[in-house]
């Protein structure tokens, strides 16, 4: 003999899932919304790096960011990393730029990735061409504003 469920409850049981479902969209939408915002963050941060700003790139790192530059011991700290950028831009001929091409964020942690390409005087007066790519990790803090915690790159010229 089967049991037949009153159809209250299977409404029931169909609204609860409906609602899941909506809840789990609008949870995707905004984490969405929060990737695209960070996208733009990270987006202004490539303009101050063009703008050659050691100031504005380094006021993008967090106090205790570390960042893992090529070739180079680590910077640990937003100081360390200002000294980073001030001997790049001391060059007079380093430029550089990036685009993120993807982002994610949980909770208040966050991440971009994307590629760059950058351009300096090599020591024989030959312009040198690097593009690379990119891995920052970010953290929102209860200001809400995103400070990069962790900053790799490397090149892909071998």
Avoid: C
């Avoid at 001929?93 to 300096?120: E, H, L």
């Amino acid at each position: 003999m089967s049991k037949r469920v009153p159809v209250f409850a299977s409404l029931g049981v169909l609204l609860a899932f409906a609602l899941v479902v909506a809840s789990s969209v609008a949870y995707a939408a905004g984490e969405d919304r929060n990737a695209k915002a960070l996208m733009a963050v990270d987006s202004d941060w490539s303009k101050a790096a063009v703008a050659r700003n050691v100031d504005a790139v380094a006021s993008f790192y967090a106090e205790d960011g570390v960042v893992y530059p090529p070739n180079e011991p680590i910077a640990d700290g937003r100081a360390a990393a200002r000294k980073l950028w001030a001997t790049y831009f001391a060059d007079p001929t380093f430029q550089i730029s990036w685009k993120t091409t993807s982002a994610g964020v949980a909770n208040r942690t966050g991440w971009t990735v994307g590629t760059y390409q950058d351009s300096y005087k090599g020591p024989d007066g030959r312009t040198i061409m690097e593009n690379g790519k990119y891995v920052t990790v970010w953290r929102k803090g209860a200001d809400g504003t995103w400070k990069a915690i962790h900053d790799i790159w490397n090149s892909d010229t071998k």
